[in-house]
């Protein structure tokens, strides 16, 4: 497999739960030999994060630290209206948005309701990744969810922090292979994240990369190893700073 050179799923201290600044984690992404780097604060449902005034000044950040390409998203949970729970007014300052479930501000509805619910929130146009789609505290329907990611154009994440903590998600490992056999069937793209909230974790994808070698994935199909192939995936023109 290719090197994976970009992270796009990780939170500051802003987020209320993690303990790191911008400017570590961009210096943590160096370290690591990555070109960019995505920061994804929690959006309002998880305790403690930031206010989403704060996304309304986003552009005072350099979109270049330490060589290390800077974009700015947001995890925003899906709640169990089938809505996103950030406000439009904001999300249209972000680079990308990532739709997950989060049991702090979510209830199990079952397989099948998690499931329509989740899609509801990937017709987003900012949408354009699913975070961590393998606890079976909120169990999903594998089948559909591939199809509609490749019907909105949503990549499915592998979230190595979920394989660190497997303990406390259910099924991951199953899950994460069942959901990687389907990418493959229908040619679903990819994403690869650390889910780092602390710059010590910045672009470790050891156990993620161990999962995609065993599943047979495509390179082709995962997007962060490569710069060109992430950005036209989101619509950000290539070498753009």
């Given at each position: 497999?290719?090197?994976?050179i970009?992270?796009?799923?990780?939170?500051?201290?802003?987020?209320?739960?993690?303990?790191?600044?911008?400017?570590?984690?961009?210096?943590?992404?160096?370290?690591?030999?990555?070109?960019?780097?995505?920061?994804?604060?929690?959006?309002?449902?998880?305790?403690?994060?930031?206010?989403p005034?704060?996304?309304?000044?986003?552009q005072?950040?350099?979109?270049?630290?330490?060589?290390?390409?800077?974009?700015?998203?947001?995890?925003?949970n899906?709640?169990n209206?089938?809505?996103?729970?950030?406000?439009?007014?904001?999300?249209?300052?972000?680079?990308?948005?990532?739709?997950?479930?989060?049991?702090?501000?979510?209830?199990?509805?079952?397989?099948?309701?998690?499931?329509?619910n989740?899609?509801?929130?990937?017709?987003?146009k900012?949408?354009?990744?699913?975070?961590h789609?393998?606890?079976?505290?909120?169990?999903?329907?594998?089948?559909?969810?591939?199809?509609?990611?490749?019907q909105?154009?949503?990549?499915l994440?592998?979230?190595?922090?979920?394989?660190?903590?497997?303990e406390?998600?259910?099924?991951?490992y199953?899950?994460?292979?069942?959901?990687?056999?389907?990418?493959?069937?229908?040619?679903?793209?990819?994403?690869?994240?650390?889910?780092?909230?602390?710059?010590?974790?910045?672009?470790?994808?050891?156990l993620?990369?161990?999962?995609?070698?065993?599943?047979?994935?495509e390179d082709?199909?995962?997007l962060?190893?490569?710069?060109?192939?992430?950005?036209?995936?989101?619509?950000?023109?290539?070498?753009?700073l």
């Open positions: 497999m290719k090197k994976l970009a992270d796009i799923h990780m939170h500051t201290l802003v987020s209320g739960h993690a303990y790191g600044t911008i400017r570590e984690m961009a210096a943590a992404a160096r370290a690591q030999g990555l070109q960019l780097i995505g920061i994804s604060e929690h959006a309002p449902g998880i305790p403690g994060t930031v206010e005034f704060y996304y309304l000044n986003l005072v950040i350099p979109k270049c630290l330490y060589g290390t390409e800077i974009l700015h998203g947001c995890e925003i899906v709640l209206t089938g809505k996103l729970s950030l406000e439009q007014k904001y999300i249209d300052y972000l680079d990308y948005a990532i739709a997950g479930i989060h049991t702090q501000c979510y209830q199990d509805e079952g397989r099948e309701k998690n499931t329509t989740l899609i509801a929130c990937i017709k987003h900012k949408v354009f990744f699913v975070s789609p393998d606890d079976d505290h909120t169990p999903l329907d594998y089948e559909r969810l591939v199809q509609a990611a490749k909105y154009h949503v990549a994440e592998v979230n190595n922090s979920s394989l660190v903590k497997k406390q998600r259910p099924n991951c199953h899950n994460y292979r069942t959901m990687l056999a389907l990418c493959r069937q229908y040619q679903v793209p990819v994403i690869v994240s650390s889910d780092a909230h602390d710059p010590s974790w910045v672009g470790r994808f050891d993620a990369y161990d999962l995609l070698e065993e599943s047979g994935i082709a199909l995962i962060n190893n490569s710069i060109e192939k992430l950005k036209q995936f989101m619509g950000i023109p290539a070498g753009s």
